[in-house]
């Protein structure tokens, strides 16, 4: 297959955003109302990409079409490249002026109530023409959906026991560990020393058991010889979380790095020694992803952050 004959001078633009657009909708019809063009128009945009291919790109059936092999495999590459295109453009609006432009990052709840807040704030405050878009998920929803699909840039998530994988880059920023909270003004939170088994029977509001989490939490527990408690509320919520520890009743498990990074004056860190288990928090991106200049300036602020909270 000659490039320059028969892909470089016959593929366009507007035939790969059809040929999306058709994948999306499942039918050139429903396609041809979503682009507001002819169905004709349509079909004819498909027919040509598969002739200057050489590959059927669709198995046409009665209730509309579904993406061959070839078709999924060009789909995939018609993400990156407009991807690639829209970055580009990011980075001449951003050379044009650099207060201004917008940012898709990811992260779980708690991050984004402790360092990515802090990071967020730091940013804003110097580039106030910027806008981020927070996407709230956890690791596996970022790595197995968010990025691969290109909805977002950044995940700022833990990268501990992380599988390897060939498609991401990983930059490593902090150390992390789950502490135990209270109300600032819970009975527990006037203690100078607390035993984790002496809060063991407390009212907990703790993530799912089977979660990354959850299984950390469990662990803490178990090294300690304790069972882990049987939560009273189960939810990822932080702000779920703050308003049942303000109650005074409830007790929890959470990174320190909420409360280091973040402000939280209703929540206290309780004085309960736990067996030190750490985990690393960093930032992942996709490997042959064009960064735009917003996502290296939230790494470049991220990594700063992260270096001075260890001084």
């Known amino acids: ?65 579904e993406p061959t092999l070839y078709g999924r495999a060009l789909l995939q590459c018609g993400v990156a490249v407009f991807d690639d295109l829209r970055q580009g453009v990011k980075q001449l609006e951003f050379l044009r002026d650099p207060t201004i432009g917008e940012l898709r990052i990811g992260c779980n709840e708690s991050l984004s109530a402790g360092f990515v807040a802090a990071v967020l704030d730091h940013i804003s405050r110097r580039h106030p023409g910027i806008v981020i878009h927070l996407v709230p998920a956890d690791r596996g929803m970022l790595l197995d959906r968010e990025l691969p699909q290109r909805a977002i840039e950044l995940a700022v998530t833990t990268i501990s026991a992380l599988d390897p994988q060939k498609d991401i880059d990983v930059l490593p920023l902090f150390d992390d560990r789950f502490v135990v909270m209270a109300g600032a003004q819970s009975k527990w939170a006037k203690r100078r020393k607390v035993r984790l088994r002496d ?53 929890t498990m959470l990174p320190a790095s909420m409360l280091r990074f973040g402000k939280h004056p209703l929540l206290k860190q309780l004085p309960v020694a736990t067996p030190e288990r750490t985990f690393s928090t960093g930032v992942i991106r996709l490997k042959n992803r064009t960064l735009g200049p917003l996502a290296q300036l939230f790494i470049d602020c991220a990594a700063k952050i992260a270096k001075a909270a260890k001084r």
């Open 1 to 65: 297959m000659q490039w320059s004959e028969r892909i470089g001078r016959r593929l366009k633009l507007r035939d790969l955003h059809i040929l999306m657009a058709v994948a999306k909708a499942g039918s050139m019809g429903r396609a041809a109302a979503d682009l507001a063009i002819s169905q004709p128009s349509v079909s004819k945009a498909i027919a040509d990409v598969e002739h200057a291919i050489g590959l059927q790109l669709f198995d046409r059936r009665k209730r509309g079409v």
């Open 199 to 251: 809060i063991l029977g407390e009212p907990w509001v703790l993530p799912p058991a089977d979660s990354l989490p959850g299984m950390r939490i469990a662990d803490i527990f178990r090294t300690e010889g304790l069972e882990p408690p049987q939560a009273r509320i189960v939810t990822y919520s932080i702000p779920l979380h703050q308003h049942l520890l303000a109650t005074e009743a409830f007790v």
